[in-house]
């Protein structure tokens, strides 16, 4: 009976200590597909495996983790929205070298916040931590400059290269929060509301029309007792509102 009880009581352990770890890995691949976003799914159809790929991203959010990453002072912010607008400006009358520079100014605003540029692969994983949805616009933009100079890009790929690296660039100089893009502050959300409360100061449309209806009917009865040749009656009102 002793030897039963202990066997039940070790099963009992096992299917608990089983059941909490089912619990754990869920609660992680979740917490991962969260922050991750579709960098979660690319990872995953690389990899072919779930562990694998969760491994993957979790040792890139421990890698991020030992970054000595810094904010950048006002100044320094300034200056580069200032090389990304003549980036752009650029772009009509030279749009592969709009490119190449746009690539470099992505780098140095990179190196200049702390993250190690030595090589493209790793930047791209560090990069995907913070900016799981942009990272691919790197990803296809770099495609792009590199087709460009082997001389196999047309302009409007270049174009859509300009447009990958402004979406990084922003990133990297974002203020709001701490510039996670995959669910926090970063992710757009703020514009789309500062539109909304700027559409909610203005008239309503039907409100604003019906001043000039109501005005417009006393017009006309105005009108109707002036053609009949009679007087206003006691206390009426031309059609702007003041008194007879």
Request: hydrophobic share 30%; proline share 4%.
């Amino acid at each position: 009976m002793t030897v039963l009880i202990v066997v039940i009581v070790v099963v009992v352990v096992l299917l608990l200590a089983g059941g909490g770890l089912v619990l754990a890995r869920r609660k992680r691949s979740e917490q991962l597909q969260e922050s991750f976003g579709p960098e979660y799914d690319r990872v995953l159809d690389r990899s072919g495996s779930k562990n694998e790929a969760e491994a993957e991203l979790a040792e890139r959010r421990k890698r991020h983790q030992q970054l000595d990453l810094r904010s950048l002072d006002p100044q320094t912010r300034e200056r580069f929205r200032g090389d990304w607008k003549q980036i752009q400006g650029e772009f009509v009358d030279d749009p592969g070298g709009s490119v190449d520079k746009a690539d470099s100014l992505v780098t140095t605003i990179m190196r200049e916040r702390g993250y190690p540029v030595d090589d493209f692969d790793q930047r791209v994983d560090d990069i995907s931590v913070e900016h799981p949805r942009v990272v691919e616009n790197y990803r296809e933009a770099r495609r792009v400059r590199d087709a460009y100079r082997n001389g196999s890009a047309e302009t409007e790929d270049l174009r859509g290269a300009v447009t990958s690296y402004r979406s990084l660039v922003d990133a990297l100089l974002d203020e709001g929060g701490d510039g996670h893009d995959g669910g926090g502050s970063g992710d757009g959300r703020h514009r789309e509301d500062d539109g909304r409360h700027r559409d909610e100061g203005r008239p309503v449309e039907g409100r604003r029309d019906e001043p000039r209806g109501a005005e417009g009917e006393r017009a006309g009865q105005a009108r109707q007792e002036r053609e009949a040749g009679g007087p206003p009656a006691d206390g009426a009102h031309d059609h702007d509102g003041s008194r007879r």
